[in-house]
């Protein structure tokens, strides 16, 4: 059984920080490219960051590059998402998404992931 599990979101003020995580079970975590994506309330599923397998390579989207760090810990098959200068804009439910494929780049696409968490809330206040 593969499970994605996000926790560390929560309710914080514009300027303020917060680390997410996603611990994965039910798959070899070092061999999956892993990704962050978000979700508002009528809209899309948004990318926002994503690691390829060996760590060698991450992307962000524009809106949050310089403010949030991806990363990642094979020992406790664990992703993680810093979160630095929130913005009200970054209100959403947050997702980690797993992709099976050993490929050379991070992947930015929602169809390009095999599972999915079930999402964390974070709601940034002014």
């Known amino acids: 059984q593969v499970r994605l599990v996000e926790s560390g979101g929560g309710s914080v003020q514009a300027g303020e920080s917060l680390r997410l995580s996603c611990a994965a079970s039910?798959?070899?975590?070092?061999?999956?490219?892993m990704g962050w994506f978000r979700q508002v309330p009528g809209k899309e599923r948004e990318f926002v960051a994503a690691?390829?397998?060996?760590?060698?390579?991450?992307e962000y989207t524009n809106s949050v590059k310089g403010r949030f760090t991806i990363s990642r810990d094979n020992t406790k098959s664990t992703v993680y998402l810093q979160m630095n200068s929130l913005k009200p804009d970054d209100t959403a439910v947050y997702y980690c998404?797993?992709?099976?494929?050993?490929?050379?780049?991070?992947?930015?696409?929602?169809?390009?992931?095999?599972?999915w968490g079930q999402g964390t809330q974070v709601t940034v206040s002014s």
């Open positions: 998404a797993a992709d099976s494929g050993r490929f050379t780049d991070a992947r930015t696409l929602v169809s390009q992931y095999d599972y």
């Open positions: 039910g798959i070899i975590f070092s061999t999956y490219g």
């Open positions: 690691v390829n397998w060996s760590s060698l390579r991450r």
